[in-house]
């Protein structure tokens, strides 16, 4: 059998190594129309909160956040714990 034939490595374009190849993703915002004035005041609460919605400090909510903390730990401890000993088991074995 003949070898392949070689080919010379060419070096790709930018464009050809982005990460998206289809062009509709490297689309940029379009700038808006001449004359128009886009609104640069922000609100005080965004400023302070941010314009993601946050949950109140009710005990409910704070309860619901230590069992989740609780579940993460406890299932830690398990996972590490079964590790060590399925560990053990089989140096014994």
Known sequence: ????PRRPIVPQSPEARS????????RR??????GVEEP??????DA????SANRPDTPHVRALRFLNATGDLLS???LIGGGMSL??????L
């Open 48 to 51: 302070i909160h941010g314009a």
């Open 40 to 45: 640069h005041d922000v609100e005080d609460w």
């Open 19 to 26: 990460y998206f190849s289809s062009r509709g993703y490297q």
């Open 76 to 78: 830690a401890v398990i």
């Open 87 to 92: 560990i053990g088991l089989a140096t014994h």
């Open 1 to 4: 059998m003949a070898p392949a």
């Open 29 to 34: 915002e379009p700038a808006p129309p001449p």
